[in-house]
């Protein structure tokens, strides 16, 4: 199974031997990738509609590899029991609908090792939810992919790092793979803001939320440049 860059970088955060359950599975990619390298010995793939999950049954069966990947219709986490996976991964999904997910997932959290994660937008609120509930980022990567950005990470259970507001937002440089790619991120980023804060003028910036906002998150990319090498 060939896989896109991003799907390429989200299975290599994938540990080694672990069973794994892909939640929002879609077309199943990436487990059948990790079976047929026989990275993963197991996975659960899962989806919320009927449609996409067909979809990768087909694939699954096409590939011979319905004994080793099951398929369940599932709202989040809420068809994963205890002890069925080690790893979990949510990918392509907006960040608040992460942390529902996530929040959803008590029942079999405890007994996972690891969570990769790549939300769509809101990164803060994911990275903040892991950090209240138990759970330390260990890894973080930045995918360049068709012009379009995708920030990554790996977290697994134990004591969170006290994280700043940028770091909130755009990760800790320590934990990046890929730390050109997440200049380049950031430089593009910073330059959308700016355009967008010219545009609004002077009066608008200091009466408007939106205009305070951006130049709240222009002053955060410029900390975290400011300490790239």
């Known amino acids: 199974m060939k896989l896109s860059k991003r799907m390429q970088r989200l299975a290599s955060l994938v540990t080694e031997g672990n069973r794994l359950a892909d939640v929002g599975t879609d077309h199943g990619y990436i487990p059948i990738a990790l079976v047929q390298e026989g990275k993963i010995p197991h996975a659960i793939a899962m989806d919320v509609n009927a449609g996409p999950l067909s979809r990768a049954i087909e694939h699954i069966r096409e590939s011979g590899l319905s004994t080793y990947i099951e398929t369940r219709q599932s709202d989040g986490l ?3 029991l205890p002890k069925e996976a080690d790893t979990v991964l949510i990918a392509g999904m907006g960040g608040m609908l992460t942390v529902r997910i996530l929040e959803g997932g008590g029942h079999c959290l405890g007994t996972v090792k690891e969570l990769i994660l790549q939300p769509q937008s809101d990164i803060q609120e ?7 509930h138990g759970f330390q980022i260990v890894a973080e990567d930045v995918v360049c992919e068709e012009g379009k950005y995708y ?6 259970p134990g004591p969170a790092d006290q994280l700043s ?3 909130l937002h755009y990760g800790k440089l320590g934990l990046q793979r890929s730390p050109e790619v997440l200049f380049c991120w950031l430089g593009e980023k910073l330059a959308g803001y700016e355009k967008i804060l010219d545009a609004l003028g002077k009066k608008e910036k200091s009466v408007s939320w939106r205009g305070a906002e951006l130049e709240r ?3 955060l990319i410029r900390q975290i440049l400011a300490k790239l090498p």
């Open 78 to 80: 809420a068809g994963l």
């Open 165 to 167: 507001e940028a770091e």
């Open 217 to 219: 998150q222009t002053a």
């Open 126 to 132: 994911v990275r903040r939810w892991l950090g209240l």
């Open 151 to 156: 920030p990554m990470m790996r977290s697994v």
